[in-house]
């Protein structure tokens, strides 16, 4: 049985889209996930589950949100090794962690996204794509930046999270 974290996009955020984890918790069970685990109220679930497409899975997921809730949650999938390796692959390992940041990307960029992005404007705020993760370092913090919104040319769901919440969803996943 594979170990799974869902990273759910936009709930639980400013007063909207609320989602108790309670329910996701019980919503996930039912979807045959086991040792189900929520991290704080932003949409952290780390799970097991047979599943063998990560794709189909979190389109149930997806679905089985929006019956409950009524509107659309982005669900985006990375196992527990992929998630350890987003650990490891960190660009920029000698910045203060409260000044980095992940967007996971839920399928692989097309080639050249990020090509016309100039970081240039945007510093001393930069960015790495790896993989299907963009990796953000933001000395004066997300809420101060223009950079996400400038990387959002992606045409699936993304969602980001801060570096502490990364590593806690690496230590929960680990267990």
Request: hydrophobic fraction near 45%; charge should be neutral; aromatic fraction near 6%.
């Amino acid at each position: 049985m594979t170990t799974y974290i869902a990273l759910l996009r936009g709930i639980n955020v400013g007063g909207r889209h609320k989602v108790a984890m309670a329910d996701l918790r019980a919503l996930c069970t039912d979807a045959g996930c086991q040792s189900v685990t929520t991290y704080i109220q932003s949409g952290n679930v780390v799970f097991r589950h047979p599943a063998r497409s990560p794709g189909k899975l979190g389109a149930d997921l997806a679905a089985r949100l929006e019956a409950m809730t009524g509107f659309t949650v982005a669900v985006v999938l990375r196992t527990a090794a992929q998630m350890a390796a987003v650990v490891a692959d960190n660009p920029f390992p000698q910045v203060e962690p409260t000044e980095l940041h992940v967007t996971f990307l839920s399928s692989d960029p097309p080639a050249g996204a990020l090509d016309a992005v100039d970081p240039d404007p945007f510093a001393p705020d930069e960015f790495v794509l790896h993989g299907r993760q963009i990796y953000l370092h933001l000395p004066n913090g997300l809420a101060r930046t223009k950079l996400p919104q400038a990387l959002n040319v992606f045409p699936t769901p993304v969602t980001t999270r801060n570096w502490k919440t990364v590593l806690k969803l690496v230590e929960l996943s680990s267990g």
